[in-house]
């Protein structure tokens, strides 16, 4: 008797001691600045838990990657280098960039490959993230770990009495989960993991200055939604959406965050004793079925441990304030001019359904969009460049879904359900649609026309998303008069080339639209969006012999290929 309640007892406590029972220190991730940036994609392994390391894949680093700092106004400059063994994508969410620096399923980067896109930073100040954008690969590259934070600053946010140091009171805060097995390798039986990751920390805590501190969180989970609020059920108030600040703070006890969307919010600890303690939670318990999660099984298909429970996300113990504390709730933050409905020139409507025409949809299909599964080569939607466009998007399906959409940042003009919630009236590029529900935004789709490259909107679910709920739409510059012209022709010199190749263009009017170099078996070397090409491309790090280089004409979207020699 005495025997089993002693084994009873060590179980318990190897429970609590699994779940919140010993806290980890909250990561916070490196950070790249400057204009230039190196992101090198590799195969790697993380000790989340005692025993065998867990694989994971990284960016310049073992578990998620480096947070961008990029100013607003900046031209930057993208290094991706896939060392990962696998083919993959990397996707600027949020950014609005020309179609092919965007990183989406068409820009795929082979191992081994440095794929260089580059652009002048025009979004305002706010929380961004890139990540693998492969399509039917999305779930894997995630779940393995690859991602990062962008951070844009701009002079507006400059100006505002905010918390901005970053790792003290600026805190970037990735929420995602998963499970292991028994040798502590992830598995996906379920989308939805086990064990909460902070940053890719497991039950982590955190050190915060007793004073006004900003939290950006992004949901960067394969499919969980998150119920957000504090421990305590305190107020805390957000300040910016996915695409920039808000016009003022807005006071919340609770806020929905779905795959994709990001949100700052200040949280007062001023009150709060030094040495007190305060979680951020999650308050998922009795979440409608639709919402991600709230599915009531602990294992199978759809099932967590964390399913449908209220649980820690971030245990936050209170210190001394800094200097130079935030101490006060700003009144106001910038002025947008946000769009109305009255600005549209085009609607749109767009349905999530399944894969039967007309089918009710059910447990088991797939979701896509208006009954059509996503095809790479296939073009749904064209918008003409400069357009103010409504789109409805509606949700007669079984369960929930985040809807996103690349090149823009959008403004929610409505929600079937009910008043469009507080704390998402600001610029948005991902929202939660409920069962049942229509959602209405405005947006301009302005500066970036490409026949040839498209964006992408799709939910952003991993499993919904790979699994076809996606679509693709051209941005195209009416005005554009068609051009018969051939392409132009180019020379590569020195050939034989050392270190360095030039490209001299016979018409040096001409635009190059890509160049993408191949050595002789095939193997792609580089991939160059729009390159820039008066420095020369640098070949040092080629192995001798031939190589090909395909350039692409911007205007006439032919191609030529010329071959040179490495020495
Ligand atoms: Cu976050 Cu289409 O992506
Ligand atoms: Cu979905």
Redo the contacts with the bound molecule.
Sequence with gaps: MLLRNLFAGAILLLLSFNSYGQYNTLHIPDTLSGTTFNLNIRDTFVQFRPGNQTITAGINGAFWGPTLFLNKGDSVYMNVHNFHNDTTTL?W??MHLPAVMDG?PHQTIPPGTIWQPYWKVTNNAATF?Y?P?LHMKTEEQLAAGLGGFIIIRDAVEAALPLPRTYGVDDLPLVLTSRSFDASNAFIHVSPYGDYMLVNGTMNPQVSLPKQYVRLRILNAELERGYNLGFSDNRTFYVIGNDGGLLDAPVPVTRVKLLV?ERVEILVNLGSDAIGSGVDLEAFNAGMPFGFPGSEPSTTGAFGSLLNNINFPILHINVAAATAGAITALPAVLVTNTYLTAADATVTRTLNVTDGTPGGPGGPGTPFYFDHTPFALATINKTVDLNTVEMWSVTNNNVFGHSF?I?DIQFKILSRSSGPVNSYESGWKD?YYLGVNETVTFVAKFSDYADDIHPF???C?MAPH?DGGL?GQFVVKDATGVATTKQPGDFTIYPNPANNRVYVLLADPAMQVYYITITNAVGRTMYMLPRPQLAGGIDVSNFAPGVYLMQLTDEQTKKTIVKRFVKE
Aim: proline letters at 0%; charged letters at 5%; glycine letters at 18%.
């Design positions: 996707h969410h949020g989406g993230w990540h954008h994709g996103h690349h991902t992408m909107y799709h952003h998303e996606m």
